[in-house]
């Protein structure tokens, strides 16, 4: 049987000391140590939320079934109807804490509206191509 609860010590730049379990994951942020900078542009460690991978995956997952690639007979207008309300909640909700961690998601997103440009242009097929990299 998997216990849930365990004790998990917030590893910064102040606890050096090694633990089992440094990070744990809730309502969809991974909390951990992470890389922070100064206002006087020092680094340093800190304890802080970002989006989980989980959640990543789900969202990936989400966009990968909606199937945008296939669906040449909508408009970009008609697409942004689609996508707009889900994104709009994801990067509120999962923007408040490091936004960057987001960066992967988007790239996806990114390559999906390329794939479609591609499908739905063919004369731009070739060139979108290009744009990808």
Do not use: Q
Not at 56 to 82: G, Y
């Amino acid at each position: 049987m998997r216990r849930k609860t365990k004790i998990v010590r917030c590893k910064d730049s102040n606890r050096k000391a090694e633990f089992k379990y440094t990070e744990f994951t809730f309502l969809g942020y991974t909390f951990r140590a992470r890389p922070k900078r100064s206002p006087k542009g020092r680094r340093f460690k800190s304890f802080s939320p970002a989006v989980s991978k989980e959640a990543l995956k789900k969202m990936v997952r989400e966009i990968r079934r909606l199937k945008i690639h296939h669906r040449t007979k909508m408009s970009i207008e008609e697409i942004a109807k689609m996508l707009n309300p889900k994104l709009r909640d994801w990067i509120y909700y999962y923007g408040k804490f490091r936004l960057v961690c987001l960066k992967h998601f988007l790239h996806r997103l990114n390559l999906r509206l390329l794939k479609w440009i591609g499908n739905k242009y063919k004369a731009l097929r070739y060139r979108v191509r290009g744009a990808k990299s």
